[in-house]
């Protein structure tokens, strides 16, 4: 990994560890100078880099800035299950926090930027800072139910799109829009993740968009008309 020396502190006021960021040595009429809040490190991640791999020794949180990646495991004959992507302000390292250990791969699926906090720095500072500890709590509150509403006993069409509405959610959740974003896994990532044949995925996505509900170039995708891939996910969704 390539090291930054500075971090992009208009994300770390959204980052959901910014308390972290605070230095409590600084005088508080000081806390808010971008040059003085950041203590995490930025790494950049190339496409296909990994950050870590299954069993490395967990010492360190990452939250990502920028770009997306994907955590996925390998069976002993070297086949590979795509266990979830994962998008800019999501920690990763929490499920390694009781093993000691990261129990997965999480490679970088484009141009990443990952920032690197010591969870010794962050466990420590929690007891001095009450709204980092609430906020550990509620991350660590939300990772112990956080799974894929998609992934199930569904149809094909109906996993996909749970997964579609699944991007668009975190798109918005971005601040960018639900509607319109970038694929930065390709085909074969999705099938994997979802269970399905490439072929499957390829001609699902083809059939929505001739039903005019999706519009892809390339990686390139627009949702036409969300209500129809709700719809479509309703059962999943319970909507």
Same mark, same amino acid.
């Given at each position: 990994m390539s090291e930054k020396p500075k971090l992009?502190?208009?994300?770390?006021?959204?980052?959901?560890?910014?308390?972290?960021?605070?230095?409590?040595?600084?005088?508080h009429d000081n806390r808010t100078a971008p040059e003085t809040?950041?203590?995490?490190?930025?790494?950049?991640?190339?496409?296909?880099?990994?950050?870590?791999r299954k069993e490395d020794k967990f010492h360190i949180l990452f939250t990502i800035c920028s770009g997306s990646l994907k955590s996925y495991l390998t069976d002993i004959e070297g086949r590979e299950k795509v266990i979830g992507f994962h998008?800019?302000?999501e920690i990763l390292g929490i499920n390694a926090i009781h093993s000691g250990i990261y129990p997965h791969n999480a490679m970088a699926l484009e141009t990443t930027h990952i920032c690197a906090v010591s969870f010794?720095?962050?466990?420590?500072? /929690?007891?001095?800072?009450?709204? +980092? !500890?609430?906020?550990? #709590?509620?991350?660590l509150s939300r990772k112990i139910s956080d799974h894929p509403?998609?992934?199930g006993n569904y149809?094909?069409?109906?996993?996909l799109a749970g997964f579609l509405l699944y991007l668009s959610h975190h798109s918005k959740g971005?601040?960018?829009?639900?509607?319109?974003f970038v694929l930065s896994m390709d085909r074969r990532d999705i099938a994997n993740h979802l269970g399905?044949?490439?072929?499957?995925? /390829?001609?699902?996505?083809?059939? +929505? !968009?001739?039903?005019? #509900?999706?519009?892809?170039?390339?990686?390139q995708l627009a949702i036409i008309a969300p209500e129809r891939l709700r719809e479509l996910a309703r059962c999943l969704t319970g909507r």
């Open positions: 992009p502190h208009t994300f770390c006021k959204q980052c959901l560890l910014h308390p972290v960021y605070l230095s409590k040595t600084l005088p809040t950041a203590v995490g490190k930025l790494h950049i991640l190339q496409p296909k880099e990994h950050l870590f998008f800019p302000g010794e720095q962050v466990f420590s500072l /929690s007891t001095e800072i009450p709204t +980092l !500890q609430r906020r550990l #709590i509620q991350i509403f998609y992934l149809g094909a069409e109906e996993r971005r601040g960018d829009s639900g509607s319109h399905m044949a490439i072929e499957t995925v /390829s001609r699902l996505l083809t059939n +929505l !968009q001739k039903k005019g #509900i999706l519009k892809i170039k390339n990686r």
